[in-house]
């Protein structure tokens, strides 16, 4: 039990364009979802927490009008990546939690985007 | 920033126990210790977390100091699919302050 997906798993795109990225939680009700962001060789870093049917909280140093997050039901939360630049390209992770992030996080497999 | 201190990296020979040790000296009593791994281009898994007791699951095992300030993953008997990042978070599980937070990691690569 408790697996996430994301969609799609890599993505290439054009400097000025839009991306977005789907997380969904297969067999649990995901109250909380994270977004995070890993850079080649480096660790994870947190972008923003978000729960369902609430807006999302974002970490500084994160834009939340270039990140523009939607946690609309409790299976869903997506990520878009507005007017990409090439320094946007990383490897987006979600997790979810079926709590407000006491309990367990779960893992998507990873979303990784190219912008050329 | 985290709160963890971990070996860079870390070989170990397939069959054999690996041992990757995490230092956390600043602690405070309602933290736990968890350990997630991420293999290359994966996102991370879930491992094992304790707060003061040792912990086992089929996984690993977790052994945790009686003051706490550090404690050591074993993974029993290392495969070659176990290559791969070792994150040792300190975690304080409530509201907000229960973000994971990783580090850099420990790098265990399996060797036949």
């Known amino acids: 039990g408790a697996v996430v997906s994301q969609h799609p798993s890599w993505v290439i795109c054009k400097s000025g364009t839009s991306v977005k990225i789907e997380c969904r939680s297969l067999?649990?009700?995901?109250?909380?979802m994270f977004w995070y962001r890993q850079f080649p060789k480096q660790s994870l870093m947190l972008m923003a927490t978000s729960n369902e049917g609430s807006k999302a909280t974002y970490e500084q140093g994160v834009e939340k009008d270039k990140f523009l997050i939607n946690h609309a039901s409790l299976t869903l939360s997506t990520l878009t990546v507005t007017s990409a630049h090439p320094e946007d390209s990383s490897f987006y992770i979600c997790s979810a939690s079926w709590s407000s992030g006491n309990d367990e996080q779960f893992f998507g497999p990873g979303t990784r985007l190219t912008v050329l | 920033d985290a709160k963890t201190t971990q070996p860079t990296s870390m070989d170990c020979a397939e069959g054999r126990a690996a041992n990757l040790p995490c230092n956390h000296s600043t602690i405070s009593g309602n933290e736990y210790v968890y350990w997630y791994r991420q293999i290359h281009s994966q996102g991370p898994q879930y491992i094992i977390h304790g707060l003061k007791n040792n912990e086992t699951n089929e996984m690993a095992s977790l052994i945790i100091t009686e003051d706490r300030k550090s404690s050591t993953l074993i993974l029993p008997h290392a495969t070659l699919r176990d290559t791969a990042v070792y994150y040792c978070?300190?975690?304080?599980?409530?509201?907000?302050?229960?973000?994971?937070?990783f580090g850099k990691g420990t790098k265990l690569s399996v060797k036949p």
């Open positions: 067999d649990f009700q995901a109250t909380t």
């Open positions: 978070i300190v975690r304080n599980d409530g509201g907000s302050q229960g973000n994971l937070i």
